[in-house]
């Protein structure tokens, strides 16, 4: 607030001008909110495209197991069901981002501890978080009535709409636990950062469910673990890293012995 001496020689306190305080208590302006609903609908239609282009010339994985050639009905309204619920989560995500006070949003406040060191950080909070989902999702009647459906594709062949192709409760649950990572991690990731994380969580999502043998970051990130995972569901519960799974005992870095 800005003070102001009055008649009395009392100071009162004055409002800041709009544009001198970030407003972080409102709602998202529909100047951002409209281009983000068409963004993140869409996202979805350039990843199939974008992320096959990025790794380009990456061997492809074997195909052992039965192919869901087609999609039905049921897949068909999830994926619709579960592309509509991203709109909000991500508009949801976004309002935390820029509005949330301990988020820092401006260019003067990156740091290495909000950036390089933040952004790993959220990567291991979230598979901490999905790794418990995730195990959970293979536990008695959540199997069943949940997970399995995503498990009818024993070879991921489509990219993302493979990955989407999971029961709304699943999906949900597991977008949000993005959010979660980013209020959990300390430092606190600036919102730059939460951002990058977002899109690299849809790229890397997407590759999982390609028979593309990407692996980055020596072997951090490999997309034959996750495939490994559709054929022996019992291993590799984390989605970006095996560092929990190695560390939980539910690692698994071949499938020797397995029946062709």
Known sequence: PVEKRGGSGRRSALPRAPSQVRDRAGMLPLAVMAPLVVATWFSYDVMAVVVPFLFQGTPELPRRGKHLDGFGPTDRAYIIINRLSSVL???HYAHHITHTPAVPTEAGSLSLLNTLVALPALFLAFDL???AWHRALHL??????VHKHHHRQV???RGIFDAINVHPVEFIVGEWLHLLAVMLVRPRAHAATAALFL???GVLTA?????????????????RAHDLHHRV???????YTMAWDRALGTYRGDDKGLAE
């Open 207 to 223: 590759a999982n469910h390609t028979r593309l043998d990407v692996r980055l970051l020596q072997g951090a990130f490999s997309v």
């Open 140 to 145: 008695g009647l959540a199997y069943p009535w």
């Open 155 to 157: 070879v991921p062949t």
């Open 199 to 201: 899109v690299l969580m």
């Open 89 to 91: 989560f991500v508009l």
């Open 129 to 131: 978080l999905y790794w």
């Open 233 to 239: 569901p019992n291993c590799n519960y984390g989605q």
